[in-house]
């Protein structure tokens, strides 16, 4: 949601930098891709830690044993109102980078993060009432913001022939904070610790964290908020559209993130370190397989890997059914880590579809060359943040769902039945929007119903 400013910025000395052109060779080749590079590296530092913070109630709750009173629905409603705050701070993240600038704002959302760590750190006993837990896991859910912020804020950086890579690199960068935060956990139960040894470990990392973004970020000048291009995002049927397929792919792996291990010790009887030994598994592939996701939409098109993508999270979740019902541990373990790796692949060719939506829809409205390319980049920049917070409300519905499932049956097969029906959801709008052939010269999206040329997304 923020663009280049044309208007020269008066000096403000410090970290600030008053002239930035990305676009131009001779500057990016003599200083520019030294210095975004180095943001970015401290960036992904800071978003790391974010998304560990974000999730780290994932594994909190293993260590939550009888001696704390909570039931499992408690403990999956406790993951929700994480996953709830994380998704609604992403909005004013956005917008954060251009009131403070990139590198200020990534000093205090990093330093946030103290807040609900060093809370878990001083609450997390037996006898702590759920409702103290629940405001922890609430304060934990700001972690979830770093990611908007620094998306926005290296999107700044970068000329717009290396943004895949870099924003690519920041989004796996952040999104693996999430099985580390596991595999840390796991090193702790399996060293008999306790909660708060794990909250311990991060504390002074966050701490660093703030301070090497201190010692070596910039803030840019000329970026400033778009508010007009938000607007005009937000009253575009693709942004809702984006939105609604992003929560099958990013709201599943954030939801099966924080769902994982306690599904497992609760249907399956499994320990916490058992648990603990697999939980990490399926975010980690999801993470690095992000980027291939991408590349195959390069290559193939976003909409089409999206397409089979979904047909893909529908089989194994299938096969998840019928090993929860036939209460087969391996074959269960197996299909979750394949949905998994399957909702990393989705969320890198999902992402990959939004520049090239706007980008037809701007040759759709008979604009060319550059200035095609400038309304696709206002628009796709724009609908990112608000995409990207829709999104994560998935985990929100997934988390949910396995409460009341648990409730209702005593196992996540409820749940899971469930989400084989979105993803079929998610199939049929795929195709129906952006793949499917107009039979005539309308447009075969309902995104515009002016006498325009004929408009196609099969290639987005």
């Known amino acids: 949601m923020t663009a280049p400013s044309t208007a020269p910025a008066p000096s403000r000395g410090g970290r600030w930098i008053e002239h930035w052109d990305p676009e131009n060779e001779a ?11 180095r943001n970015l590296l401290f960036s992904v530092l800071s978003e790391h830690i974010g998304f560990s913070i974000w999730t780290v109630w994932s594994v909190m709750v293993l260590f939550m044993g009888p001696e ?12 929700s109102m994480a996953t709830l705050v994380g998704a609604i701070v992403r909005i004013p993240y956005t917008f954060a980078v251009a009131i403070f600038g990139g590198r200020n704002w990534t000093i205090v959302s ?19 009432s759920f409702n103290t837990f629940l405001v922890c896991a609430m304060l934990a859910g700001i972690g979830g913001g770093n990611f908007a912020s620094s998306m926005t804020n290296i999107n700044a950086f970068f000329p717009l022939r290396k943004k895949g890579w870099a924003l690519g690199l920041n989004a796996g960068g952040g999104n693996i904070g999430v099985p580390v935060v596991q595999l840390i956990g796991l090193a702790v139960i399996g060293a008999s610790g306790g909660p708060r040894v794990l909250l311990g470990i991060y504390i002074p990392f966050i701490v660093i964290a703030a301070v090497l973004a201190a010692i070596y970020m910039d803030n840019i000048s000329s970026v400033k908020n778009d508010t007009g291009a938000a607007k005009d995002a937000v009253k ?18 954030i939801g099966y993130s924080f769902a994982f291990g306690l599904v497992l010790q609760t249907q399956f009887g499994r320990t916490p370190l058992e648990s603990a ?7 980690l592939l999801g993470s690095l397989i992000r980027p291939l996701g991408g590349a195959l939409a390069d290559k193939y098109g976003g909409a089409k890997i999206t397409l089979w993508n979904y047909v893909g999270m529908a089989g194994a979740t299938g096969v998840i059914v019928i090993a929860s019902m036939q209460k087969s541990l391996p074959l269960f373990t197996t299909a979750f880590i394949v949905l998994f790796v399957l909702t990393g692949l989705g969320n890198g060719s999902t992402f990959k579809m939004i520049p090239g939506i706007f980008q037809a829809k701007a040759l759709a409205k008979g604009l060319e060359g550059e200035e095609a390319a400038a309304y696709g980049r ?5 609908s990112m943040g608000i995409i990207g917070a829709v999104g994560a409300l998935g985990g929100l519905g997934i988390n949910l769902a396995f ?15 469930t989400f084989l029906a979105f993803y079929g959801l998610c199939f049929l709008v795929t195709w129906a929007v952006y793949l499917r052939r107009p039979a005539s010269n309308t447009s ?13 997304y099969a290639e987005v």
């Open 277 to 283: 030994y697999v939980t990490f598994i399926g975010p």
């Open 403 to 417: 409460r009341q499932s648990f409730l209702s049956v005593g196992s996540g097969t409820g749940a899971f039945v």
């Open 444 to 456: 075969a999206t309902t995104a515009t119903t002016e006498a325009k040329p004929q408009l196609s």
């Open 236 to 253: 575009e049927a693709h942004t809702w559209i984006m939105s609604f397929l992003y929560i099958g792919t990013f709201g599943s792996f």
């Open 378 to 382: 206002r628009l796709s920049g724009a």
């Open 68 to 79: 704390y009173g909570l039931t499992p629905a408690d403990k999956f409603f406790l993951v």
């Open 27 to 37: 500057f990016w080749n003599e200083t520019g891709e030294k210095v975004a590079r």
């Open 110 to 128: 990093a330093s946030l993060l103290l807040i609900p760590t060093v809370a878990a750190f001083v609450v997390m006993e037996p006898g702590t």
